[in-house]
Nanobody, 127 residues
Framework: QVQLAESGGGLVQAGGSLRLSCVASGRTLSRYPKGWFRQAPGKEREFVAAISWGSSITYYADSVKGRFTISRDDAKNTVYLQMNSLKPEDTAVYYC????????????????????WGQGTQVTVSS
């Protein structure tokens, strides 16, 4: 059974930083694209960042470009999201996701393109 487990969330002041981690277990997912999404109360889940197999291509939502960095360490079955210059509007539950049926980066910003999801980690940014 595949599981994705996020960690690293918490409460931080505006302008601060957090690093989220997501570890996969139960199956090797090293050859598949990974993504981070977030969902704020009363809002739909939205795309944050994605990374291709081999880390050669990364994608970011315009709202986080230049502040967030996605990376992966396939030897550790882990994907990271480094979040700098955090803003109150970044407050949300953050979810990691992995494809498992396609190596393609198509649909990287569409939640329905991903096969596995973590349980989410809360990030709260105070003003």
């Amino acid at each position: 059974q595949v599981q994705l487990a996020e960690s690293g969330g918490g409460l931080v002041q505006a302008g601060g930083s957090l690093r989220l981690s997501c570890v996969a277990s139960g199956r090797t997912l090293s050859r598949y694209p990974k993504g981070w999404f977030r969902q704020a109360p009363g809002k739909e889940r939205e795309f944050v960042a994605a990374i291709s197999w081999g880390s050669s291509i990364t994608y970011y939502a315009d709202s986080v470009k230049g502040r967030f960095t996605i990376s992966r360490d396939d030897a550790k079955n882990t994907v990271y999201l480094q979040m700098n210059s955090l803003k109150p509007e970044d407050t949300a539950v953050y979810y990691c996701a992995s494809k498992a049926s396609s190596w393609s980066n198509n649909g990287y910003d569409n939640p329905t393109s991903y096969d596995y999801w973590g349980q989410g980690t809360q990030v709260t940014v105070s003003s």
